[in-house]
């Protein structure tokens, strides 16, 4: 870390070590008492001591990434932080909130360690920690800041480091509604591929798509040389599965977007190849975690005007 902007700050330990400290001060200058005047230097020179080893301590950490995972309303968001110690002594006692934008470090929210103890980094270890805070509503999100802390090895000095990370993630809406899907669609409605569900006719097969599921590759052309395909099925009636946000009535936005999101969240368990159109956005028939993450996202930021 950038050892000139680590900031040391005395902790609440002192609104009792001080008036204990003042107390015996009193006491060695009232009755001259030599014993009470060398604990009192004794425990200044520690004091003295503590503060350049809270700073060295937390000098000694890199943060090579931070990384804060897409959640739903109303659950908790997931960060990731990875770690270097490259130094040769161990790092102890780091503790970590989240700052909000134009807030100062004393109105930081603290982001909760497993097991509520101090993080500890290994002397030329890396490693990670995963931390927890609340999702807000849906949207899009970023989070400016991050603070790091640490008071080893007495407590009575926090050496504080702001780190400025801008990371983006997404809050999806909450899925909760009906599980019921809508009525199924013609097979290639207004002109999209026909779905990747195996049903009773081969209808040929579409280049393979970046975070597609794998299960419908057609992978004997592929060891024959050829790229990556998918294939592709039309049932008796060639029908489809589609989630149109403009076709559910009787809701409000937040609720219809809720709703979009469950049968999202069941076609995917199902297995089922869907397609999704939330106002001028339209995502083709598909399957897999790129098309869920990509229709995640257009109903976390879909507009009040849907």
């Known amino acids: ?109 603290p982001l909760a360690l497993p097991g509520g103890e101090g993080l500890r980094v290994n002397a030329g270890d890396t490693r990670s920690v995963e931390l927890f805070f609340p999702a807000g509503r849906r ?37 909760r509604g009906s599980a019921t899907f809508p009525p199924l ?8 591929s026909v779905s990747t569900k195996p049903g009773d006719d081969f209808a040929g097969v579409r280049p393979y798509m970046p975070g597609e599921s794998l299960r419908h590759v057609d992978w004997k052309a592929y060891a024959r040389g050829r790229p990556l395909s998918v294939k592709q099925f039309t049932g008796e009636d060639g029908q489809e599965l589609w989630f149109d946000a403009d076709e559910i009535k009787g809701m409000l936005l937040e609720e219809r977007l809720s709703q979009l999101t469950l049968w999202i969240v069941n076609a995917e368990k199902s297995d089922i190849p869907y397609a999704l159109r939330v106002g001028q956005t339209t995502l083709l028939l598909g399957l897999g975690p790129e098309q869920s993450r990509r229709a995640f996202e257009a109903l976390a930021v879909a507009g009040a005007r849907l």
Request: charged residues 15%.
């Open 1 to 109: 870390m950038n050892q000139g902007r680590i900031r040391l700050r005395p902790t609440g330990l002192w609104l009792l070590f001080g008036p204990i400290l003042g107390c015996m001060w009193l006491a060695a200058v009232n009755y001259s008492n030599n014993l009470v005047y060398g604990i009192l230097y004794l425990i200044g020179s520690l004091i003295f001591i503590s503060i350049f080893h809270t700073w060295r301590n937390l000098s000694a950490l890199e943060v090579e990434q931070v990384r804060v995972h897409p959640t739903f309303a109303g659950r908790a968001a997931k960060l990731e932080i990875y770690f270097r110690n490259s130094s040769r002594h161990s790092v102890y006692g780091l503790f970590f909130a989240r700052l909000e934008e134009g807030r100062s470090w004393r109105s930081s929210v």
């Open 139 to 175: 949207g899009l999100y970023r989070l400016d800041s991050l603070l790091i802390r640490s008071s080893f090895p007495f407590g009575l000095v926090h050496a504080i480091f702001c780190l400025p990370v801008a990371v983006d993630y997404f809050v999806y809406p909450e899925p």
């Open 185 to 192: 669609r013609a097979s290639g409605d207004a002109g999209y």
